[in-house]
């Protein structure tokens, strides 16, 4: 019996088995409008980071040293063990690793990384801040953060010599650290908040200062920590040149093969766009709340929460002109931004998992995984649609997602506690 | 980065300027009959930055059209989602030129912007599409 048959169908299948799994070539060229979305997405194209209106300090050499000592500091919260750098380790993008933050008690959604952030007009994941000093002054008060209240933040200054004297330098006196009841604090327990409605007004306003300052500082030091440029970077530098695809050894060909996903089928740039892949706005994706939680509105609250602040950029604190708060006064409040929460940039996005607000999705296969899927959202809509991309594309994005990772683009002794031997 | 590529039957013409230096701009046939000059003054125009537009309302004979009353819907048909921001018309500094503030695109793609023009109580509206 002849054995011709089986040899041809074996062929035929090994043929349709490489048709089926070898990937399709790459074209020589990006077309132009590739070539310049990939410029868009190199640091290269990153602006210097704009002055912000409403922090007189924040591109003060001295406030970033005071904000980087108040930064690794455990004294600002109510069990003195919990810094900023609790949460937001610089080993990790300043994220913390875990699904859900834990402070001085366990939080209600991931904590994000810092690497980058202050190029973003809002902040937290449902932009309840309109600035990265109003920010930082937030988890100070809020229990399950930091808790330690403007009362004690204020006295630590007032009391600390070496902070006593870093703030006079920058910002001149400050209350007698004696007058400064610690646990006095409007957004504390009962008890704080009845210490303080029981102050003067004017002690008030001074410790409301004090406190003001202190965010401006934190959020002097955080704008030292930029990203450092990844090996997309160089890739997209020479393509901006010549518009040349290059297989060669700066991209892997599926790092390649995932940025012409992430540019095209699997849209990822509509959200994850500019040098830092994000345009720092609102998006309902569809994810489920957090167990235990009641689904989150995101930023329709979050504007809301953002207009009645304190510290927004239009509040007595804020260094800006009315003018200047653009952001703020023309912010969007609508119903579609029941739950929608920040795009989250990518430049650091293979350290810090878990992902999304919820902290849900333990690897980025997972999150790819939802974004395949695009499931009916809890609440509000979900803006993505199902994408229908093979195991192979998907794990073909990840791989690009690798290629945008670098160390920061920050001096070192920024990213340790201040006087650490490194 | 900005073309043109469509154009309603309100918008006269809708080229993106294409003179290096020159700001971006668009010329509007109003569905009245009025021009209504739109001049982005961020330039080129960019994703994620808030800006502001000037909009210049003349009539058929390119006199300035004072005290009209503009509002500015938006948003982007092929994602079925609205403008990010909440612009508005914050101003007349000149007669006939009003000031837009509050723009600001956050997606790649096609943007559609809807003006409604309240004159004397007489409506009247433009429409603007481009690529960003």
């Known amino acids: 019996m002849s054995k011709t048959p089986a040899v041809v169908g074996a062929l035929a299948l090994a043929a349709l088995l490489i048709w089926l799994l070898a990937p399709a070539p790459l074209p020589e060229r990006w077309s132009d409008s590739e070539t310049a979305l990939i410029a868009s997405l190199s640091l290269s194209a990153l602006p210097t980071l704009a002055p912000d209106p409403g922090n007189a300090v924040a591109d003060d050499e001295r406030a970033a040293r005071l904000g980087h000592r108040l930064f690794f500091d455990a004294r600002i919260s109510s069990n003195g063990a919990v810094s900023c750098a609790h949460c937001h380790r610089p080993e990790i993008a300043f994220s913390d690793g875990l699904p859900i933050a834990v402070g001085t008690g366990v939080g209600q959604r991931n904590t994000p990384g810092l690497i980058g952030i202050a190029y973003s007009p809002w902040f937290y994941w449902d932009g309840r801040r309109d600035s990265q000093w109003a920010q930082a002054l937030a988890p100070l008060e809020t229990h399950f953060e930091q808790g330690a209240g403007r009362g004690a933040v204020a006295r630590l200054l007032a009391e600390d010599s070496a902070y006593q004297a870093m703030y006079r330098e920058l910002f001149g006196e400050l209350p007698p650290a004696e007058q400064i009841p610690r646990h006095a604090s409007p957004g504390g327990n009962e008890a704080a908040q009845s210490q303080w409605r029981s102050l003067d007004p004017a002690l008030q306003a001074s410790i409301d200062t004090v406190f003001a300052n202190a965010g401006k500082a934190l959020a002097a030091y955080q704008r030292k920590l930029m990203p450092g440029r990844g090996r997309f970077d160089d890739y997209a530098d020479r393509v901006a040149q010549d518009g040349a695809v290059r297989q060669d050894d700066l991209l892997s060909r599926d790092e390649l093969e995932g940025l012409r996903l992430f540019i095209g089928e699997a849209q990822c740039v509509n959200c994850h766009n500019g040098p830092l892949l994000s345009n720092h706005d609102f998006h309902n994706t569809g994810i489920l709340p957090v167990a235990g939680q009641m689904p989150s509105m995101g930023r329709f609250d979050g504007v809301e929460e953002a207009r009645r602040d304190a510290f927004n950029c239009l509040g007595e604190f804020s260094d800006a002109a009315p003018g200047q708060c653009l952001e703020l006064r023309f912010a969007r409040d609508d119903s579609e931004l029941a739950g929608a929460h920040k795009t989250p940039g990518l430049r650091n996005v293979v350290r810090t998992a878990p992902y999304m607000h919820t902290g849900a999705f333990a690897t980025l296969a997972e999150v790819l995984e939802h974004y395949n899927e695009a499931p009916v959202a809890m609440l509000g809509h979900n803006e993505a649609k199902p994408l229908g991309l093979s195991r192979r594309k998907l794990r073909r994005l990840e791989a690009f997602l690798h290629s945008l990772d670098a160390p920061p683009d920050t001096a070192p002794q920024w990213l340790a506690p201040p006087g650490a031997r490194r | ?132």
């Open chain 2, 1 to 132: 980065m900005l073309r043109c590529f469509h154009c309603t039957l309100m918008l006269l013409l809708a080229p993106l300027s294409a003179l290096a230096g020159e700001q971006p701009h668009f010329t509007l046939l109003t569905s009245g009959g009025k021009q209504l000059r739109v001049v982005s003054e961020l330039s080129p125009l960019a994703l994620n930055r808030i800006h502001s537009w000037r909009l210049y309302l003349t009539d058929a004979d390119g006199a300035p059209i004072r005290g009209a009353d503009i509002s500015i819907t938006g948003g982007m048909p092929d994602h079925d989602h609205g403008l990010p921001t909440r612009p508005r018309l914050t101003g007349e500094p000149e007669p006939g030129a009003y000031l837009l503030e509050g723009l600001r695109f956050h997606m790649p793609g096609r943007w559609r912007m809807h003006f409604s023009i309240a004159l004397d109580g007489d409506p009247d509206s433009a429409s603007l599409e481009f690529e960003l």
